[in-house]
């Protein structure tokens, strides 16, 4: 377990990589793991719930007050415990479930859970729009959901995804998350060894594998907030089908962009929002989408070009935001997974908007950055969340921020 040090060093290195443990589990933290403590050091386990007691192998150890397992035992099961659908949901499976081994009902507390605990502890909230914040259900259920999915390709060729916290590709049969069919051809083919195979089930229901021999190149149709849009190869659009559309209404609710006025779509992809702001501000207004990635630029263009109110830039953010000659009255950010941070956060905030609609990936970036706002004289006034990622540690936030 631990080795003494050479004269004149640090003090002893402590390794349990492949001890086994039973420890009591506490609260559920952000990532997909609980709490649980043993000898004085935190231990962050998967595949276990709150209130369990679990046997554990170390999975991980970096020396520190922490380190990481994999629960291996129930010795205790928590009320809400399932037996997980796929048989790679387990102690050195699959990387991209995190909570199969819970109701659905029991997932969505325990990210409302891990969001609070976020705006609490990152942004010093406890008002009721934090406390009385759940997470929502989407239509589908637990299974199924999954329209988009990167797969990993061994150095045999062979697709599949990878395990936790691994650059190991397992060779796997299917996902259940994606719908019935999608995946066991793919699955089947071999591809370039260490390349990236992307299958995609649009809104018309067809599969574009993209990497492989089939369809290579073809444009995915999607639909949304009463548009369509065909998509290039690789570009984004949301991984569940009702989401688009769900985001779309609550940016349209909260945004109240006025008619003939000014709105900014931030990391606006091929303009779902800006379709939404358009329709607000209408012929005499202006909206201004802002989009790093050139195929989505053009996707998006080609889909709104009857909207003669919407020009686009593209180019990053923190770039182009500083060029915008216009006061918005409404700005809509959608950031990446790490969020907006402090300079943009700045920036926007100096431009005085009426209104930030900020959609999140992230619980933790959107903490940060609510402080940001609050900061800068914009509180958080209103915030939903959304189960658009069943069964893993995700969720999909909007919040609302106006000035004091």
Do not use: N
């Not at 039973?22 to 609980?34: F, I, L, M, N």
């Not at 999140?360 to 402080?371: I, S």
Request: with cysteine; hydrophobic share 45%; glycine share 12%.
């Amino acid at each position: 377990m631990s080795a003494a040090a050479p004269a004149g060093a640090a003090g002893p290195t402590i390794d349990w990589t492949d001890r086994v443990l039973d420890v009591d589990v506490g609260p559920v933290a952000h990532g997909g793991h609980c709490v649980a403590r043993a000898d004085g050091r935190v231990v962050f386990v998967r595949h276990a719930l709150p209130d369990e007691r679990v046997r554990v192998v170390v999975t991980e150890d970096g020396g520190g007050s922490f380190c990481r397992a994999d629960a291996i035992a129930v010795l205790a099961a928590a009320p809400g415990r399932v037996a997980a659908p796929c048989p790679w949901a387990r102690a050195g499976g699959c990387g991209g479930c995190d909570w199969q081994h819970a109701d659905p009902a029991l997932q969505r507390e325990l990210k409302a859970h891990v969001l609070r605990e976020q705006l609490h502890r990152l942004a010093g909230l406890d008002g009721p729009v934090v406390g009385g914040v759940v997470v929502e259900e989407l239509p589908g259920g637990a299974l199924g959901w999954r329209h988009r999915v990167r797969l990993a390709v061994d150095e045999v060729g062979r697709a599949g995804l990878r395990a936790h916290r691994s650059h190991d590709v397992l060779p796997i049969a299917d996902c259940l998350l994606t719908p019935h069919a999608t995946l066991p051809s793919v699955l089947g083919e071999r591809y370039a060894p260490g390349s990236v195979v992307e299958v995609t089930v649009d809104a018309d229901s067809v599969r574009h594998v993209v990497g492989g021999a089939e369809l290579v190149g073809s444009s995915a149709v999607e639909r949304a907030a009463g548009r369509e849009w065909r998509l290039s190869p690789g570009t984004f659009w949301q991984v569940h089908p009702a989401l688009a559309d769900t985001l779309a209404a609550v940016v349209g609710e909260w945004a109240g962009a006025p008619d003939g006025g000014v709105a900014w779509d931030l990391c606006g992809g091929v303009g779902l929002f800006a379709a939404v702001l358009a329709e607000q501000v209408g012929p005499r207004g202006r909206v201004t989408v802002v989009e790093s990635a050139r195929r989505a630029v053009a996707d998006g263009q080609a889909a709104l070009a009857d909207l003669p109110q919407v020009t686009w830039v593209h180019g990053r953010v923190e770039r182009a935001l500083p060029t915008l000659p216009d006061a918005p009255d409404v700005v809509v950010a959608d950031p990446p997974r790490r969020g907006l941070g402090r300079a943009l956060v700045s920036a926007i905030c100096a431009r005085s908007p009426g209104r930030v609609v900020y959609v999140a990936c992230d619980p933790a970036a959107l903490a940060r950055d609510v402080a940001l706002f609050a900061a800068h004289g914009y509180p958080m006034r209103a915030l939903r969340a959304f189960d658009a990622f069943p069964m893993t540690h995700h969720m999909e936030c909007v919040a609302l921020f106006t000035p004091t």
